[in-house]
C-alpha cells in the first residue's frame, strides 16, 4: 500500500478511526530533512502492508492537524495506535530506529 496523502478533513477518519496503526509523517515539500525520511516511510509502507497505514500530512495542506498535535519541527513521526498517539520521531533518523517504534505498537 502506498502512502496516504492527508488532509485535515480525512484525518479522523482515516488516522484516529484506523483499527491498524498508523504512522503519520509531518513535512513539506521544501524541507530537506523530510525528503530523506520520506523513502524510509514509503519502505515501510510496502514491508508492513496489512499491519499498519503509513499517512503523509504537509504541514502546509493540514495546517489544522498539524497545529492540533503541536508540531513544531519537521519532519516529525508521530505513531497512532488505537487513535491515540503513542510515540514519535523528531527529525531525521535511520530506518532502524522508524521499525523500533513501529515494532512496539504489535
Same mark, same amino acid.
Given at each position: 500500500?502506498?502512502?496516504?496523502?492527508?488532509?485535515?478533513?480525512?484525518?479522523? !477518519?482515516?488516522? =484516529?478511526?484506523?483499527?491498524?496503526?498508523?504512522?503519520?509523517?509531518?513535512g513539506?515539500?521544501? %524541507?530537506?530533512? %523530510?525528503?530523506?525520511?520520506?523513502?524510509?516511510?514509503? !519502505? =515501510?509502507?510496502?514491508?508492513?502492508?496489512?499491519?499498519?497505514?503509513?499517512?503523509? %500530512?504537509?504541514?502546509?495542506? %493540514?495546517?489544522?492537524?498539524?497545529?492540533?498535535?503541536?508540531i513544531?519541527?519537521?519532519?516529525?513521526?508521530?505513531?497512532?495506535?488505537?487513535?491515540?498517539?503513542?510515540?514519535?520521531?523528531?527529525?531525521?533518523a535511520?530506518?532502524?530506529?522508524?521499525?523500533?517504534?513501529?515494532?512496539?505498537?504489535?
Amino acid at each position: 500500500m502506498a502512502v496516504i496523502q492527508m488532509t485535515d478533513d480525512r484525518f479522523e !477518519e482515516v488516522v =484516529l478511526k484506523s483499527e491498524l496503526p498508523v504512522m503519520v509523517d509531518f513535512g513539506a515539500t521544501w %524541507c530537506g530533512p %523530510c525528503k530523506k525520511v520520506e523513502p524510509i516511510i514509503e !519502505e =515501510l509502507s510496502e514491508e508492513y502492508e496489512g499491519k499498519m497505514i503509513a499517512v503523509k %500530512c504537509d504541514v502546509e495542506e %493540514c495546517p489544522g492537524t498539524a497545529a492540533k498535535f503541536g508540531i513544531m519541527n519537521i519532519p516529525t513521526v508521530i505513531y497512532f495506535k488505537d487513535g491515540q498517539p503513542v510515540d514519535k520521531n523528531v527529525g531525521a533518523a535511520p530506518k532502524k530506529m522508524f521499525v523500533e517504534k513501529l515494532e512496539k505498537l504489535f
